[in-house]
């Protein structure tokens, strides 16, 4: 079972949605306000944060911006207007994904499982402790536990899906991967289906993790056929 803050100064909203994910299995915590989300996130560390835009304080953009100074954890944002998606999709903010107001709580729903599958949060207990343990790949170390990654201790800063992308080779190191088949593991969203994605977060991870990003040692390209992680 996942644990999901949900951040929304909506009383109606917050209770039906609420009430849903609890239905759905998930334990909620809640904040009505920008910095009531910081206090929360920090005292609850949920495995995922649906963050509405319009909060009293400051909005969802910066507490946005703010939990991911620490942290990579999957983050929904829920936005009620178009200059809100654009600005989402625009300023690259790290956010997971977005539902835009009003939504049906089966597609939101559909939205928060999928985030927690790429986010490496389980839905099965037993699976949990194999999933989430830290690897070690060389200097690097990765947390699924903490969304975190460092290298020789320093902490890296890694998009959710980057992150993601990184945990699934480091958990299957030495293997070859197809960018097709990097997108079947890690993009179980059908719109996003250009194999092109998959270099971009190669290259946002080789900017974190090699000395030298255009001489990649330790996340190499194998001519033809893909990519392929190595000690
Ligand atoms: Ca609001």
Not at 98 to 104: L, M, N, Q
Not at 126 to 151: F, I, M, W
């Amino acid at each position: 079972m996942a644990h999901v803050l949900f951040v929304e100064d909506e009383e109606n909203l917050r209770a039906a949605v609420g009430y849903s994910l609890r239905k759905a299995g998930h334990a909620v915590s809640f904040a009505v306000s920008g910095p009531e989300a910081l206090t929360v996130f920090q005292e609850a560390r949920p495995d995922l944060v649906l963050l509405d835009v319009m909060l009293p304080g400051f909005d969802g953009f910066e507490v946005l911006r703010r939990i991911r100074q620490r942290s990579s954890v999957p983050v929904i944002m829920l936005t009620a207007r178009t200059d809100e998606v654009d600005t989402v999709v625009g300023l690259e903010l790290g956010a997971d994904d977005y539902v835009a107001k009003p939504f049906r709580m089966r597609e939101l729903l559909a939205r928060v499982g999928a985030a927690l599958r790429r986010g490496g949060a389980s839905s099965v207990p037993g699976e949990a402790s194999a999933t989430n343990a830290p690897l070690e790949l060389g200097d690097l170390r990765l947390d699924p536990a903490t969304h975190q990654v460092t290298r020789a201790g320093r902490l890296l800063v890694l998009k959710p899906r980057a992150f993601a992308l990184l945990h699934f080779l480091m958990q299957h190191r030495g293997q070859v991967f197809s960018r097709e088949q990097l997108l079947r593991q890690l993009w179980d969203d059908p719109f996003i289906g250009d194999p092109r994605t998959i270099d971009v977060h190669i290259r946002w991870i080789r900017e974190q993790i090699e000395d030298d990003p255009s001489q990649p040692c330790r996340l190499r390209t194998i001519r033809g056929v893909g990519y392929q992680l190595v000690e």
